[in-house]
């Protein structure tokens, strides 16, 4: 696959202005898809401000169950494809390929609480909640910590 940086461009935000989408978004029936779509764009265009494409640990928590290597995505995206295009290509390269285990595996890392993690991301999470979260919003869920530290809540 040939890269297109102008084409990237056209679907490209300025991570350092701008927030990614929420990882509740989804793009290819997978939730954290989209926001990994945002990063790697930006990462490719050096716009991605303090956002990492790879490594991530939202984006591994995807890629991990999808049997899609960070490398691979960033192939496609660098190629400058829509949306729609790299959707597309998300359903016909993960290796899940039953609908209702993605649609298990969407609400377990939505509904997935802060002591369902591992140790080690709730050690790092302790001390990154309180500078990154409003005193006054409680965090439910995991992803509640991007919405509200992104101020989609």
Not at 46 to 70: K, M, R, V
Not at 106 to 118: A, F, I
């Amino acid at each position: 696959m040939a890269k297109d940086l102008d084409k990237v461009k056209r679907y490209g935000q300025d991570l350092r202005k701008n927030y990614p989408r929420s990882p509740r978004e989804k793009l290819g029936g997978y939730v954290i898809a989209a926001p990994c779509v945002d990063k790697c764009r930006a990462f490719l265009l050096g716009i991605n401000g303090e956002y990492n494409y790879w490594p991530c640990s939202l984006a591994s928590q995807w890629f991990t169950f999808a049997g899609i290597t960070p490398e691979q995505f960033k192939e496609v995206v660098a190629t400058g494809a829509s949306d729609e295009e790299i959707a597309e290509w998300i359903v016909s390269h993960s290796q899940v390929k039953n609908t209702d285990d993605v649609l298990k595996w969407n609400n377990q890392l939505r509904d997935m609480r802060l002591s369902e993690m591992s140790l080690q991301a709730q050690q790092y999470l302790e001390e990154y909640i309180p500078k990154v979260v409003p005193k006054h919003r409680p965090v439910y869920v995991w992803f509640d910590v991007y919405d509200l530290e992104e101020k989609r809540l």
